[in-house]
């Protein structure tokens, strides 16, 4: 077969059938991509290719690809940032990406697979150009012509986004072409792409401003794209065109057209009905059932929907992920270990950085005394909503007890104990040890801090994920979810907003828009915001990037922010760059970000883990759950009280009856006042618990410590070897070699208009 990247955009028509997405509105099954002229000549043929489109570029719950922006997993994004531990490609000292090879490649978020069109880049992107050609020159009405343009124009704008965002300038395509041997589309420069997304998003926003400007879609259509979404994404289009990342001498134009744009636009995505979710629950309770509500959601801007369905057909099996990645092995999943860096940098209870962090310097620290060994002790409502600590509910509906016999506990009373125990005294201060044993059967399976984030708490809200027992016979696997998937949510308009507005020295209005975000999770007053954000803009800068960082944990925004802010070297290697014009030094913001914004540079940092292992009076354990020192010591307890043999105590008793004597309740998120709760819990972390550090980066041969090296070059990406050899007239980035030029340096310059 022909390689179809060296033909970006021409693409073959696929007979592949609609891809695994569930929006309520995708009901035709049928497959429009081999479709002949005349379906576009009726109401159900365009809509049937419209529904194609979104079931080829909704996000999903996976690992960053070039088809799916990262959604908050442990991938090459999340592995880049402090959330996750463990060196991904892009921050992995001991290798340097390349694009002469396959070996240690450049990410491909260009090409994709050539031979299948619904799995090349621009595949997706000719078949929207042929959707677009086919509706706008069919007989339906004008009007329903304009309803389904306007959602496709978004989602070409969309695809483009995906690709501005990596590597600034790519080509431009938006007419379906026939392939002519050895000819490609020239990369257009970035700032090209850039005015071309956003005229995209402009006629989305116009052509679907009379259907959802009125709050927005209805019923079963809840889930496509608004004018609000067009609007909203637009915003991030022109906050990365403002950002360090493509903005190096600080234009402030930029920044006054991104604010200037946002807020007289800010009225039009209010009025698709898109607002803050707040439920008035206790805790952060909002923030929390917000991402598992199944019906419309006001918080929720682009939005992929789930189902629950199990069994046969083209419409089951469409669940959302995340939860069983997320669950503990004892609740049938597999779980996500949070990084001890992410963890101590949570705000204080007051809202401010826990002092000792070391980075965000120019914000103000807690006065509330931050004990690492008792980490949850006085912090942010969302540190109880985002992380999962020994001794904290987290319930589910269903009954995992036939996952594992000898977890014999439903997961409406769920509690997660994941304390640790060693067999070998050695390995207890051992930070490399793998020899740890989790309570409650998760035994090697256990995580220090699991991500709770985006989790589905039946606490807070009417779950949309569901256990089904496997001898129920209801599908391959015994754990669905409907969550939603929300890639933009209002929050991030807000937040968006704020940044311009910062750019602009519009430092009060920056502030008030941050106070709303943290106000839905209980703030009031100045909600523990630094005074000095009002008054300078360095500060100001620095409050909203925590923000963003805390309010997105888990989301996959955070490697992007620190792309585009330049925050694992501030910006000041750019210089090292073989072939890098004096445009690429960082002239605004002092020549260096990290510096202006008072920003620990992540490049030469390392994330640790943790985990809480049972006190060193309990001695060792075994192998299994019944070994653990606290349950071995809780039936010696029983035993001497009632004068009964421990074999007697352990047929008398149950697993957990027999823990409640030395455990306490776990603490109840839905409960109004947790501190009598969490004083409980701390008391009986000091008494029975130590904090210990794990291995979380990667150390040498040598057990020495290994740190982030984030390379200037990998701020904008090169063609992987792959896509030169394909499109061998394009242009490689400056700061890459080139694979069909010998490995000559790249002449494209991303930053150049």
Known sequence: MRNS??????????????????????????????????????????????????????????????????????????????????????????????????????????????????????????????????????????????????????????????????????????????????????RQSAKAVKDFILSDLDKSAKLLAAKTMNGGWTGKDYGRVT???????????????????????????????????????????????????????????????????????????????????????????????????????????????????????????????????????????????????????????????????????????????????????????????????????????NAESGNAYGADNLLKSSRGVFVRKKSDDADANSPAYTFIKSNEGKGADPYYSAAPLIELRYAEVLLNLAEAACGVNQLQEAVELVKQVRERVGYTGDCGITPAA?????????????????????????????????????????????????SWKLTGWGGNTCSWLGFKPFNGQRRENMEFRLADKYGVGGTTFASDPLYVDACNQISTEEGITVAEVKQKYTYYQVMAKVRPAGVNLSKSDLSEQLTTLASWYKDNLVRKTRKGDNRDSQHTDEYINFRPNYYLLGFPQGAMQAGAQLQQTIGWQNYTQGGANGTFDPLAN
């Open 534 to 582: 009002t008054s300078d803009q360095a500060t100001c800068m620095s409050q909203i990037l925590y923000e963003r960082q805390i309010e997105f944990a888990y989301e996959g925004k955070r490697f992007d922010d620190m792309r585009r802010w330049l925050l694992y070297d501030g910006g000041a290697n750019f210089s090292s760059i073989e072939g890098a014009p004096a």
């Open 227 to 429: 004018t609000g979404t067009a609007l909203a994404l637009k915003g991030r289009v022109l906050l990365l065109w403002a950002s360090p990342l493509f903005n190096r001498a600080n234009d402030e134009s930029r920044w006054k057209e991104a604010y200037t744009t946002m807020k007289a636009e800010k009225d039009s995505i209010d009025a698709c009905g898109y607002h803050l979710y707040n439920d008035g629950g206790a805790n952060a309770s909002s923030f929390s059932s917000m991402f598992c509500t199944t019906s419309a959601n006001p918080e929720a801007v682009f939005v992929t929907l789930y189902n629950s369905v199990v069994g046969d057909g083209l419409d089951n099996q469409k669940n959302n992920t995340w939860e069983r990645a997320i669950r503990p092995a004892n609740a049938a999943g597999s779980g996500k270990n949070a990084s001890a860096m992410l963890v101590d940098m949570f705000p204080m209870a007051d809202g401010k950085i826990p002092a000792g962090t070391g980075t965000y310097t120019k914000l103000a620290t807690s006065s509330d005394e931050y004990d690492k060994d008792v980490p949850f002790l006085n912090r942010d409502p969302r540190f109880y909503r985002t992380f999962g600590l020994p001794g904290f509910r987290w319930a589910y509906k269903g009954d995992a007890s036939p996952w594992n016999a000898d977890n014999p506990s439903d997961g409406s009373n769920y509690t997660l104990w994941n304390y640790t125990w060693y067999t070998d005294l050695n390995d207890q201060g």
């Open 5 to 186: 990247f060296k033909y970006i955009g021409l693409g073959l028509v696929s007979l592949v059938a609609l891809s695994s997405c569930s929006d309520q509105f995708l009901e035709d099954k049928k497959n429009y991509d081999n479709a002949n002229k005349d379906i576009y000549n009726y109401v159900s043929g365009c809509n049937g290719r419209l529904n194609d489109i979104y079931s080829w570029c909704l996000p999903t719950v996976n690992d960053l690809t070039w088809k799916y922006p990262s959604m908050g997993a442990a991938d090459l994004a999340g592995k880049s940032t402090e959330e996750y531990s463990g060196f991904s490609d892009f921050v992995n000292p001991e290798i340097q990406l390349s694009s002469m090879s396959s070996t240690n490649s450049v990410p491909d978020f260009i090409m994709g697979t050539q031979s299948n069109i619904q799995e090349a880049v621009y595949g997706r992107i000719r078949n929207i150009n042929d959707a677009i050609k086919g509706i706008s020159e069919g007989s339906i009405s004008q009007a329903e012509k304009d309803i389904m343009l306007g959602q496709i124009y978004f989602f070409r704008a969309w695809c483009y986004y995906n690709l501005f965002k990596w590597y600034g300038g790519v080509p431009i395509v938006t007419e379906v072409q026939d392939p002519v041997e050895g000819v490609s589309n020239p």
